[in-house]
Structures are given as structure tokens and as C-alpha cells.
């Protein structure tokens, strides 16, 4: 039987037998044995993915696009899915059962036979004792998995050595079971302030999972503190992954505004720009362009882990910080080079406020054009989604460009111009382009359009280089980011 999406096939009355386990995608079970065994819902996707296209060895990037569309993901994040589903399976990676490990491209779902039945006929559900055993119990009742879901998620014996993605996991086992009753049963057993943390966190990825009150609960302000400590070192992780892309976007923005603006001032009547001027041009911008973005652009992916429910303020103000101190470090760094090379640095230099600005718009435009995805995660649009994300987050930074030209803040363009007037024998005094716009010297007009196109190609190069889906092989594939409350 071929079915060409998950959806139609939940909608189906089939099921999968295999060895001893059933997958009912419409009643969004795995049995074993008539045992429930509890997946969270994209885990559940995963394994009915790889069931049914169970004669292809499925590409990383095609699991990606099918299980998380509208997420950015990382490979770890596919590996813990697969560990997942093979402590589930009992299944073992050195010697598979189920799903082989195919090098350097994805995964398959190998067991023979699988029988496809009819669904209608419902499920027998048995009762069996848990398997204290086995390296992953099956329990029959719900009280059993719940305690041993409690017991993973708090690090209790012998579960102290689990790391966070596998806490993390059993958390979300915990929500689909149910968080009511979750939070009943920890109370105040040891780790419970920790474990809490780690229920209030997942909540956002699986659908329908209850809330948890910070305020009422034993212990809040330890609780409090895991919860920040969670947030920040996902933070800086989301930082950390999206700086090297957001950085080449905005880099290639600074070298094509660097190659325009060179090529018109070679050609300006009057100029004595020549070739190597387009050059450094090109090195200036780019150079500028990618550490502007770099900082922005951790500062937005940061914001979309630190808030949920108030993300587009938190992206623009996180924006706006970023900027700030891009701006700031970006200023003292000139001033030292200039100041140690050649004894004075060019002045006066822009930075801070310019950053700030710049990146307040950015995180405007970027929070207006895009949306955080159902249970969570970056905001990757594509096709004409991202072309809009792009062009809105341009014009928002062009704009903002324009308003710090008219003021007469100290842009890249204009900080050019500023050393030109700086240091004899510059070529790249922006007088000439001035008089082509009919002002003697630059005055406000120039450094308005000149710093609005600035700002137009930066915005665009970062919004894309944020929004950028890479391959499969790429090492940072994608990487899961949850925007939080």
C-alpha cells in the first residue's frame, strides 16, 4: 500500500504489524503486545515516516522537511529522535531490528515482514508488570510509566548520568501522559525543582500539554533558577548556531553594497577612486556587513528561545541589543587599529547608536514578517514566505538606515567618507557622488540615500542568512531553537 503523505495516511484504517509491535496511525498509537508504549507526537511521526517509505533509505533532509517543516532542527536533535525510537523498539544500533543507520545520508526501517490490516477492528489493550529489568521498560499501566518517566526526568537512581535532550524527552513523554497528573505525583520528591523546569520548558512541543504554574509550586524561586539557567544556555546555543548564517548573509550584503558603491564613485565626474577603491570597498563592506550581522542576528535567534508569548518585543529588543554592542565593539576595534597604525583614530565614529537603531529595525521586521511555528522552534519560511521575511526586514533597516543618514550619524558609508576627509591621499571621499546629487559636499541628501541603500542590503543578506535551510551533509543542519514564554 502507497500512500503519499502522512496526513492521508493517519486519515486511513490501516495499521502496521511488526514482531510484536502495532502502529495505529489513527488512533496515534504503538502498542506492544497490546502495551501502550508512549512516543511524543513527532517521534510517533518519525516512525510512521520511516514504516511507510520502509523500501527507501530516507534522505536526512527529506525526514527534516517531513517531520519538522517549519523548524530548524539539528542532527542531533534526528539522532535523539532515532534513540528514542530504538529504546522504544528494544531495538539495538550494533545490530539492528528495525532501523538501520545508513552512512552519510539517513535511515531505514528494515524489520520483515510488516502486515498492513485493516484498523477498524480496534485494539486489545493488556496488562503486563513492568520489566525492571530491561534497559527501557515496557509498563502496561499509566501509573508505572508515569513514575518511570518521573524518575528519568528528576536524574533519581540510576537515571543521574541521562543528559538534558534525554530529561527533556521523558518530560515530553510526561505531557502526553498527561502534565496534571505529572505534576501531582512529583510534588516535592528529590530534584522536583529541576524536573519542574523541564515540564514548564517542553511544554511548547507537544500539543494539547497542560500548563505549569511556577507561582503555588514548592519551591518557585529554585525552580525560577533552573528554568532561567535552561533558557540561557539554549540561548546561547541558538546564538552560536545561527551566527555563522546570519554572518554570510550579511556579509554578501556588504560586498554587493561595497562593489555598488565603488563602482559609482570610480565613475563619479571628479573622483580619484580607481579599481582598488571598488576593492576595498568590497573588504570594508563585507567585513562591516558580516559582524553586524553575526551580532544581530545571535541576538534574534536568542530571542526567539528566551520568549514565546512576547516574541516580537523580545525581538526587537534583543535586536537592538545586539546591535548596541556590535556597534560599540565594532567602534573601539576601528579606533584601536587606526590609532596604533597611524597615531590617530578617524573621527568622529558612529557604532552604538547606529547598531542599536539598525537593530531594532531588524528585529521589527524580522518579528512582522515571520511567525513562530506550531510547538515551537525558529521562524524558516520558504519560497515567497522567506522572499517577504527578506523584503520586509530590508525595508525596515533601509528605513532606519535613512533616518541615521538624515541625522547625521555615522553609517559605514558615511564613516568612509569620514576617514577619506581623515587622512590625505584617500580615494574614498563620498564629495563626488555628492555632486552628482547636487550637494557640494555630503549633507544630509547624500547620506540619507546612501545610507537607506546600506541599510536595504543589509536587512535583506540577514533575514535570508537567518531563514537559510542548509543540506542535509551541512554541520550545522539545523538546529532546534524553542521559542519560550
Known amino acids: 500500500m502507497t500512500d503519499t503523505s502522512l496526513v492521508s495516511q493517519s486519515q486511513g484504517a490501516v495499521r502496521y504489524r511488526f514482531g510484536e509491535f502495532t502502529l495505529s496511525p489513527r488512533r496515534r498509537l504503538l502498542l506492544r503486545s497490546g502495551v501502550v508504549v508512549p512516543l511524543i507526537p513527532k517521534y510517533f511521526d518519525l516512525l510512521q515516516l520511516l514504516i511507510r517509505r520502509r523500501q527507501d533509505a530516507l534522505d536526512k533532509r527529506e525526514i527534516f522537511d517531513r517531520i519538522?517543516?517549519?523548524?530548524?532542527?539539528?542532527?542531533?536533535?534526528?539522532?535523539?529522535?532515532?534513540?528514542?525510537?530504538?529504546?522504544?523498539?528494544?531495538?539495538?544500533?550494533?545490530?539492528?531490528?528495525?532501523?538501520?543507520?545508513?552512512?552519510?545520508?539517513?535511515?531505514?526501517?528494515?524489520?520483515?515482514?510488516?502486515?498492513?490490516?485493516?484498523?477498524?477492528a480496534g485494539h486489545v489493550l493488556v496488562s503486563e508488570p513492568p520489566d525492571i529489568n530491561g534497559a527501557t521498560p515496557v509498563l502496561a499501566d499509566t501509573g508505572s510509566q508515569f513514575e518511570y518517566l518521573l524518575a528519568r526526568v528528576r536524574g533519581a537512581e540510576?537515571?543521574?548520568?541521562?543528559?538534558?535532550?534525554?530529561?527533556?524527552?521523558?518530560?515530553?513523554?510526561?505531557?502526553?501522559?498527561?502534565?496534571?497528573?505529572?505534576?501531582?505525583?512529583?510534588?516535592?520528591?528529590?530534584?522536583?525543582?529541576?524536573?519542574?523546569?523541564?515540564?514548564?520548558?517542553?511544554?511548547?512541543?507537544?500539543?494539547?500539554?497542560?500548563?505549569?504554574?511556577?507561582?503555588?509550586?514548592?519551591?518557585?524561586?529554585?525552580?525560577?533558577?533552573?528554568?532561567?539557567?535552561?533558557?540561557?544556555?539554549?540561548?546561547?546555543?541558538?546564538?552560536t548556531s545561527?551566527?555563522?548564517?546570519?554572518?554570510?548573509?550579511?556579509?554578501?550584503?556588504?560586498?554587493?553594497?561595497?562593489?555598488?558603491?565603488?563602482?559609482?564613485?570610480?565613475?563619479?565626474?571628479?573622483?580619484?577612486?580607481?579599481?582598488?577603491?571598488?576593492?576595498?570597498?568590497?573588504i570594508v563592506g563585507g567585513t562591516a556587513g558580516a559582524f553586524g550581522a553575526a551580532g544581530i542576528g545571535a541576538g534574534l535567534a536568542a530571542a526567539e528561545v528566551l520568549a514565546r508569548s512576547r516574541r516580537r518585543l523580545a525581538l526587537a529588543l534583543c535586536g537592538a541589543g545586539a546591535g548596541l554592542l556590535a556597534g560599540t565593539v565594532a567602534r573601539l576595534a576601528v579606533n584601536t587599529v587606526f590609532g596604533s597604525i597611524v597615531g590617530r583614530p578617524p573621527a568622529p565614529l558612529g557604532g552604538s547608536l547606529e547598531g542599536l537603531i539598525v537593530g531594532l529595525a531588524a528585529g521589527i521586521g524580522y518579528a512582522g514578517s515571520t511567525h513562530t511555528p506550531r510547538g515551537g522552534g525558529m521562524a524558516t519560511p520558504r519560497g515567497m514566505a522567506r522572499a517577504h521575511a527578506a523584503i520586509v526586514t530590508a525595508l525596515c533597516c533601509a528605513a532606519a538606515g535613512s533616518a541615521l543618514g538624515a541625522i547625521g550619524a555615522n553609517t559605514?558609508?558615511?564613516?568612509?567618507?569620514?576617514?577619506?576627509?581623515?587622512?590625505?591621499?584617500?580615494?574614498?571621499?563620498?564629495?563626488?557622488?555628492?555632486?552628482?546629487?547636487?550637494?557640494?559636499?555630503?549633507?544630509?541628501?547624500?547620506?540619507?540615500?546612501?545610507?537607506?541603500?546600506?541599510?536595504?542590503?543589509?536587512?535583506?543578506?540577514?533575514?535570508?542568512?537567518?531563514?537559510?535551510?542548509?543540506?542535509?551533509?551541512?554541520?550545522?543542519?539545523?538546529?532546534?531553537?524553542?521559542?519560550?514564554?
Not at 72 to 93: E, H, K, P, W, Y
Not at 204 to 219: E, I, M, T
Open 68 to 120: 519538522w517543516p517549519d523548524v530548524i532542527v539539528s542532527d542531533g536533535a534526528l539522532n535523539q529522535a532515532i534513540r528514542t525510537l530504538r529504546r522504544s523498539l528494544q531495538d539495538d544500533s550494533r545490530a539492528p531490528r528495525y532501523i538501520r543507520t545508513v552512512s552519510r545520508h539517513g535511515y531505514q526501517f528494515v524489520f520483515e515482514p510488516v502486515i498492513v490490516e485493516d484498523d477498524d
Open 242 to 282: 545561527r551566527l555563522g548564517l546570519a554572518a554570510a548573509g550579511g556579509g554578501m550584503a556588504g560586498v554587493v553594497a561595497g562593489a555598488v558603491g565603488g563602482m559609482v564613485l570610480v565613475l563619479s565626474p571628479g573622483s580619484a577612486a580607481t579599481l582598488s577603491t571598488i576593492a576595498a570597498f568590497v
Open 412 to 485: 559605514v558609508s558615511v564613516t568612509l567618507d569620514t576617514v577619506g576627509n581623515t587622512y590625505d591621499g584617500s580615494q574614498v571621499a563620498l564629495a563626488p557622488l555628492a555632486r552628482i546629487l547636487g550637494e557640494q559636499e555630503v549633507h544630509p541628501l547624500t547620506r540619507t540615500l546612501v545610507s537607506g541603500f546600506e541599510g536595504l542590503l543589509f536587512g535583506f543578506g540577514l533575514a535570508l542568512g537567518l531563514t537559510h535551510r542548509p543540506g542535509a551533509g551541512h554541520t550545522c543542519r539545523k538546529f532546534k531553537v524553542e521559542s519560550r514564554k
Open 158 to 239: 540510576p537515571y543521574g548520568d541521562l543528559s538534558d535532550d534525554e530529561r527533556r524527552e521523558a518530560a515530553e513523554q510526561l505531557h502526553v501522559l498527561g502534565t496534571r497528573e505529572a505534576l501531582e505525583r512529583l510534588n516535592t520528591r528529590p530534584g522536583h525543582a529541576r524536573a519542574r523546569a523541564l515540564l514548564r520548558e517542553s511544554r511548547w512541543d507537544v500539543p494539547g500539554a497542560g500548563d505549569v504554574p511556577l507561582l503555588g509550586a514548592p519551591a518557585p524561586a529554585r525552580t525560577v533558577a533552573a528554568l532561567v539557567g535552561l533558557r540561557l544556555r539554549g540561548a546561547m546555543r541558538a546564538a
